[in-house]
């Protein structure tokens, strides 16, 4: 079971997460190109190793364990995460595409600041 990324990472985007995996499995790190265009970064589902590191680091409680851990109104950025790909332009533009669509599908949601929408959605 992978590890999932989030909406509160949209407008944070800090890296913390980055730093910590130990296999490098979150993208697109600060150095990497896709970095100014990508809304939000994503975790490699096949090459995550379930380490829960990532967890306890983000500032906005973001990631989940799991797809079934995943809340409702964030499950459809379980394929943004599985579909991107650093330096595959078709897979970033699918995984950008879903996460448009999120956004502009729960606009009260995301009117919540990154750091309280995490408890918004366990409400929901
Ligand atoms: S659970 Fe571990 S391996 Fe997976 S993204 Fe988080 S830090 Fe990386
Ligand atoms: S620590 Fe959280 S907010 Fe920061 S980049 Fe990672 S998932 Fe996004």
Known sequence: MPFIITDPCIETKDT?????????C??????????????????????CIDCGAC???CPVAAIYESTDATPSHQKDLIEANAV???GDAD?????EAI???HVAAQPALMAIPAAER???HASH
Not at 16 to 22: E, I, K, L, R, S
Not at 37 to 47: R, S, V
Request: charged fraction near 25%.
């Open 99 to 101: 996460v448009k669509a």
């Open 55 to 57: 967890v306890p680091a």
């Open 84 to 86: 991107y790909r650093n």
């Open 26 to 47: 979150i993208h697109p790190r600060k150095d990497e190109p896709e970095f100014a265009q990508a809304t939000m970064l994503y975790i490699h589902p096949e090459e």
């Open 118 to 120: 995490q408890a918004a």
């Open 91 to 95: 897979a970033m533009a699918q995984a």
């Open 16 to 24: 913390a997460c980055v730093d910590v995996c130990p296999v490098d």
